[in-house]
Structure formats: structure tokens, C-alpha cells
């Protein structure tokens, strides 16, 4: 059997879609899977006008179920050889008489037992549940009611298509009778489709202007992008995160190339390309220098009209970037260090305080990081550009920091802050470049650093499911940071002075927050370093290290010996000195007890190793593994004279602490 469902509805917000379309499908899956109904194949299908599944392969009847079932003890179910009423319950609730049980021995001692038979019914019958509660358990953060209906959905259903093998399923949802009948695109207004074979449904609706496949859509907008709109001069600035939005805002998607009057192209880029893709959609186009160029292109329904269309968009950019250029050249009338003031009225967070409080927590968290006079300048001015009218009046909230330092590189400050301030944004994202300056990155960490300290002393710490401060990719980027910069910096002593900071200026609500955030920090740098290094190599250092640079030194001497015999010999012989160690405390070495060869060029070995850097250490210890396997294979530890054997424990103890502070074996 195959079978075709679609749910038509008022365009749906993009942003739900895809999420939709996937979760309509999985729903139905499971479904199927607890109906016992079998199928070869489900497609799914999407658009922002419908929803839609095509199940191909599917059994005409649900398999029957045998089943054999365990139920309450005897102990229970039983009184004076007689059912109680929990084994009354049991059977009710599986539709079986009071005599249609068996006693089984099981481990536990006797239960009730059942067998059950239920044949299948016919797929058919059983869809229509399945379908009712596939649509009831879609989910969205704003609904809406429509007509005098109670249900509730993200946008009012309009028509419902629902074919078994080409004939229509009798379904009603909401108030709204399936049919064969679908639609075309909206600006055929009348024109409705009837669908008479299942296999067709894609091929009918591109006929009449509707792409069902998601990935079609994708597809033919960068086609026609390179085909009707780039040329040798210029080439579309293909956005991924615009794409997917626009792939979900059209159903038969063609591509126009528009124009704008160059005047504006005296903006920041980054002002005309947001305009642009916030509030138009358009695609920005380059030449091939790279310069942005004064064109656009617009993914509009169908090819149709394609001339107005492109009149119409051009005519409509217009106030778009004149508003832009109208509050850019207001917020050029003062300096960005005017701005500062007004961050004292901008509140970060209730507990936190103000932008202007977390600006003066960042600044001694610099000075702790021996930041100089440009890196303080970049903090003092991080936010300012938060209260400029770009930022706040326009709602440009991407373009924070970046319209920053285009102002303070205009109102007079040195190039060194103009490019720290966007720079201590950095890392946004999963994948991001970090800061290329020092003040940068020192002013990044600072930020960062204070934002997920004061999270945890607050009781905000990131859980399972809510993150509403990006903690998480605060402390990732924190970590990104340094490491990328090699700070010379202990980041235990870096979080305890972060913390001193706040509790100075605000009250912690959370007693446990430094321990925490600490165990937490620690976890994402091992994850960090982790990406960059074999996770056994970074799990020997992690526990005996806190310095960012050290880090880096340990792990890239390490990285050179992997893999190498004589690395995981050595490992091997530490792991051994460890075990024999458990609970020794003892490092008190008596030079007059060290009588046996063995002894005395192990005691040559940790002489030598006194002092050393890791690096040495390192090579001291390859060379001179068999020295402490000599010990092991030649020298009894365990000797009647107590003496004796606690000299010896203290040898090796005193082995494994030299090594227990470069190294966690």
C-alpha cells in the first residue's frame, strides 16, 4: 500500500517549517512502529504552505500480536485460591476473564501470568488515529485559535489531502474533511490540483509552481543565483543562515538581481549587508576585489512578473538603508566615549547589575592579566556602542562591537582599540576566529570570564536544557582564548580573582559557586584541549596543571612521543610506582640505607631530575626507565626491617612525585 498525506495551512512562520515537517514524520514513525503496522519507506515533504508524508510499502493490515505478560505475585493476586481485586484490575486492563491466567515460578517466587491474541485491523482504520495524534502532538511557541475551533495550531489548516493507494481516506481534523484536492502557489488564487496517483504528488505540484523537497528548493536558488544574477565582475555573498531561511519562505523559488543608488555605499558594509538580509532578505553581491557592490539579489515565488518584482524590491531598500544612514550619521554627531554614561541605566541582569557595573568588574579582571593602557581603553568602550541608534533604535544586535569600533575608529581613538573592541566578541560561535590582538583577547576573557563567574554566584549556571547566558560557549571561548594566545596565566588564580571581583561589587547568592564554576571550567578546557589533542595525552596533564601556556608546552612534548614504545613503557613503569603507593606518604630518604646498586641509580636519577623543566624531566625519564624497572625486578620493597622498606617506598615516592607534578599517570 502506499499512502499520501498532506496538511495545507496559512503560511508558516520559516523558522518552523523544517522542524515540523520532522517532527510530523517522526511522530508518524512511531506511530506505525506501536500500531505494529509495517512499511518499506516514509518520505517527507515540506513547504511554508503544507506539510506532507508518503509512506510506500505499507502492510493493509496490522500484525497480530502474541504476547505473554507478567503480572502481580500470587501473594497478591491470589487470596484463599481466589482472584483479588488486583488481579481482577490486571485482567480488566488487558480485556481477559477472570480465569484467563496461569501461575508461573519465576526467581522471585510464583505470578500471574497471561497470554494475549489480539488480531490486527486493517491499516486503514488504524491511520486515522495515528494521523490525529501525529497533528496534536506537534509543538510551537506561539499558537493560534481560528474560527470557532478550540484546538490550537501554529496557523490555520486550510485543506487536507489523504490517499491510500489513490483513493481518499475518510479523515476529518479540526473541522476540515480530507480530499484528493491540494493547491498551487498562492498568486493562483482558484486554481486547485486533484491528485490521482500518489507517485505524482511532486511532479503535479512543480507543474503548477510548488517545489515540495527542501533540498530542491536549496538547490535551484544557488543555481539561479550563479546563473541569472553573477557575472565575472560580481558574485552573490551566498549566507547560509539566510538560505535556510529563505529556502523555507518560497515555494518555487527564482532569483532577481536588484540595484541601489551607490550614495549608500558610503555606509559600513556591515550596516548595508544587515539591512539588507534583516529586513529584505536580499542576498548582498561583491565584485571580485571583494568590495561590496550597490546590488542585491531577491528569491521571490515563481518566475513570473520578474521585472515589478525587481522594481518593487529596489523601491522598497531604499528608506530601508536611508533609515541606517540617517541614525549611522547621528551617532557620528558625538565621540563613542560619550556613550559610556549611559551604560549606568542599561541593565545587564538583576543580580549582575548594570553594562557599566560589568564593564568596571572586566577592567580589574584585565588588570590582573597585566593589560595595558589600549586594553583598558577597549573594555572601557566594549559596550558603548549598546545605547548608539543603530544598535538600540535599528535592533542591529548582530552588528554589537563591529559598529563599536567603526565609531571609535571615527570619533578619534587609536586603531589598536578600534580593532580590539569588535574583536572581544570573539569567539561568537561554534567555529569562530578569536581576537588577533592581545587587547582583544585579554578584553574577550575578561567579559566572558565575568559574565559566567557572576552566572554561577547568582545561581544561573547552565543546566541540561537552559543556558539563557551562554555560559557554556563563554567558558569554551574563554579557553579558545588563552590557549590560542599562550597565556602565561594560572586560570585557578585567574577564577579566584574573577570571583573576589564580584563579591566586592555584588552579592553572591550561590555558596558553592567558585568551587563549581572551577570543576566546570576544568571540563571544558579537557574538552577543549581534547579537539586539539589525543584525549589520553591530555588526561595525563589536566590534574597537575593550571597554567594555559604550561598546558600547551606539556601537551605538545607529549604529542611528539605518541605512539613511540618508549612512551608507553615509561607510562607503564609510573602506573607501577602508583600502585605500589597507595597510601604511602612517606618521602624522607636515609642515604645511608641505600646499600644495593639498584637503590643507588635510582637515587642518581631523581638527583638529576631535581629542578628540571618538563621537557627534561621527560627525556631523564625515557632514558632512564629501565633504571626504575631494575628497581622493581632486583630490590624486595616489602622487607621484615621497616626501616629498610619505608627508605625504599620514599625512593619511589619521591619518583612519582616529581613526576606526579608534570604528569597524571
Known amino acids: 500500500m502506499k499512502f499520501l498525506f498532506e496538511l495545507g495551512v496559512e503560511e508558516l512562520p520559516s523558522r518552523y517549517v523544517d522542524i515540523s515537517e520532522k517532527a510530523l514524520k517522526k511522530e508518524v514513525e512511531k506511530e506505525l512502529k506501536e500500531n505494529r503496522i509495517h512499511y518499506e519507506s516514509i518520505e517527507s515533504f515540506s513547504t511554508p504552505r503544507r506539510l506532507a508524508l508518503r509512506i510506500n510499502g505499507m502492510d493493509e493490515m496490522q500484525q497480530d500480536l502474541n504476547e505473554e505478560k507478567i503480572g502481580p505475585s500470587t501473594s497478591v493476586a491470589l487470596k484463599d485460591k481466589k482472584p483479588t481485586k488486583a488481579l481482577l484490575g490486571f485482567l480488566s486492563s488487558n480485556n481477559l476473564g477472570e480465569n484467563d491466567y496461569s501461575i508461573v515460578n519465576t526467581p522471585k517466587g510464583e505470578y500471574i501470568k497471561i497470554k494475549k491474541y489480539i488480531k490486527g485491523k486493517k491499516t486503514e482504520e488504524i491511520l486515522k488515529d495515528i494521523l490525529d495524534k501525529a497533528l496534536k502532538s506537534l509543538e510551537f511557541e506561539k499558537t493560534m485559535k481560528w474560527g470557532s475551533n478550540t484546538f490550537r495550531f501554529v496557523r490555520p489548516i486550510k485543506w487536507i489531502v489523504a490517499l491510500i493507494d489513490n483513493k481518499v481516506l475518510d479523515f476529518t481534523f479540526e473541522g476540515v474533511k480530507s480530499g484528493n484536492i491540494t493547491r498551487g502557489m498562492r498568486i493562483f488564487k482558484s486554481q486547485e490540483i486533484q491528485i490521482d496517483d500518489i507517485d505524482s504528488y511532486e511532479k503535479l505540484l512543480e507543474e503548477n509552481y510548488v517545489i515540495v523537497s527542501h533540498d530542491k528548493r536549496k538547490q535551484m536558488i544557488i543555481d539561479q543565483i550563479h546563473t541569472n544574477c553573477d557575472t565575472e565582475e560580481k558574485k552573490t555573498q551566498i549566507d547560509e543562515k539566510l538560505l535556510k531561511e529563505v529556502v523555507n519562505l518560497v515555494e518555487y523559488p527564482y532569483a532577481i538581481m536588484g540595484s541601489f543608488d551607490k550614495s549608500y555605499l558610503v555606509l559600513p558594509e556591515d550596516l548595508i549587508t544587515i539591512t539588507m538580509k534583516t529586513h529584505q532578505r536580499y542576498f548582498p553581491v561583491r565584485f571580485a576585489d571583494g568590495k561590496l557592490a550597490n546590488n542585491f539579489v531577491v528569491i521571490r515565488n515563481a518566475p513570473m512578473y520578474s521585472e515589478s518584482v525587481k ?32 551604560l549606568k541605566n542599561v541593565m ?15 577592567t580589574e579582571i584585565a588588570k590582573f592579566l597585566n593589560a595595558d593602557s589600549d586594553t583598558l581603553r577597549t573594555i572601557y568602550l566594549a559596550k558603548a556602542d549598546l545605547v548608539s541608534n543603530v544598535i538600540n533604535e535599528k535592533e542591529f544586535t548582530e552588528l554589537q562591537g563591529m559598529m563599536g569600533g567603526i565609531y571609535a575608529e571615527k570619533t578619534g581613538e587609536n586603531e589598536v582599540v578600534s580593532k580590539a573592541i569588535p574583536e572581544h566578541y570573539m569567539p561568537r560561535f ?19 570570564l565575568d559574565t559566567s563567574i557572576g552566572a554561577f554566584c547568582v545561581g544561573l549556571k547552565p543546566t541540561g536544557s537552559k543556558d539563557p547566558y551562554a555560559i557554556r560557549r563563554a567558558t569554551q571561548g574563554i579557553c579558545l582564548v588563552a590557549l590560542d594566545k599562550k597565556l602565561d596565566v594560572d586560570y585557578l588564580q585567574l577564577i579566584d580573582k574573577a570571583y573576589n571581583i564580584f563579591k566586592g561589587n555584588k552579592e553572591v547568592k550561590y555558596a558553592k559557586a567558585l568551587e563549581e564554576y572551577k570543576t566546570y571550567f ?24 593550571t597554567n594555559f601556556k604550561n598546558l600547551l608546552v606539556k601537551l605538545d612534548k607529549l604529542k611528539t612521543l605518541e605512539n613511540t614504545d618508549k612512551f608507553t613503557d615509561l607510562i607503564n613503569v609510573l602506573k607501577r610506582v602508583k600502585n605500589i603507593l597507595k597510601d604511602v606518604k612517606t618521602t624522607e630518604i636515609n642515604s645511608d640505607l641505600i646499600r644495593e646498586k639498584e637503590e643507588k641509580a635510582l637515587l642518581e636519577v631523581l638527583l638529576t631530575l631535581k629542578d628540571k623543566d618538563f621537557s627534561s624531566t621527560i627525556d631523564i625519564l625515557l632514558e632512564n626507565k629501565d633504571v626504575i624497572n631494575n628497581f622493581f625486578n632486583n630490590i624486595k620493597i616489602n622487607v621484615e626491617d621497616v626501616e629498610m622498606k619505608n627508605n625504599r617506598l620514599a625512593l619511589l615516592n619521591n619518583i612519582l612525585k616529581t613526576t606526579g607534578n608534570i604528569i597524571e599517570i
Open 430 to 448: 561554534q567555529g569562530d576566529k578569536l581576537p588577533g590582538t592581545i587587547q582583544g583577547a585579554i578584553a574577550s576573557i575578561a567579559d566572558k
Open 522 to 545: 576544568k571540563q571544558r578546557l579537557e574538552n577543549v584541549l581534547s579537539d586539539m589533542y589525543d584525549r589520553d595525552l591530555v588526561s595525563y596533564v589536566i590534574n597537575n596543571e
Open 311 to 342: 522594481l518593487g524590491n529596489e523601491k522598497v531598500i531604499i528608506p530601508r538603508l536611508a533609515d541606517s544612514k540617517f541614525f549611522f550619521d547621528e551617532d557620528l554627531k558625538h565621540k563613542l566615549s560619550d556613550n559610556v554614561e549611559k
Open 348 to 362: 545587564f541582569q538583576k543580580d549582575m547589575g548594570t553594562i557599566y557595573e560589568k564593564m568596571q568588574r572586566s
